[in-house]
């Protein structure tokens, strides 16, 4: 099956690219692509870093969800899957206290 593999941020840095298309077996699930990447660029393998247990250095949305490393190995890809690959969210609105609301323009 193919999955189609966005990079963001410094993930996209590390792998190089802004894409990539996937080739796995059937059945295959975010571990095992998570595996091929890493075989194919390993400074990847930075990004999967495991502070106290909780991997913080990446997110990988499926379906539109965050799945969580407790997930990647019974979460299942479906052919022509899109799969995110995500700096976490850091920041914040810059307010200096709660009274002041945030301009958009």
Partial sequence: MKVAVRFYGYVQQAFGKEDT??????????????????SE????????????????????VVKGRVCPKSEWETTFLLDGAVVQFLPPAVGGSGLKNSRQKPVFT
């Avoid at 390993?42 to 990988?60: M, Q």
Wanted: with cysteine; proline share 5%.
């Fill in 21 to 38: 298309d996937c080739r796995l077996p059937a059945n295959s699930t975010v571990s095992d692509l998570v595996e091929l990447l890493r």
């Fill in 41 to 60: 660029e390993p400074r990847l393998a930075e990004l999967f870093h495991s502070n106290k247990g909780y991997f913080t250095s990446v997110a990988i």
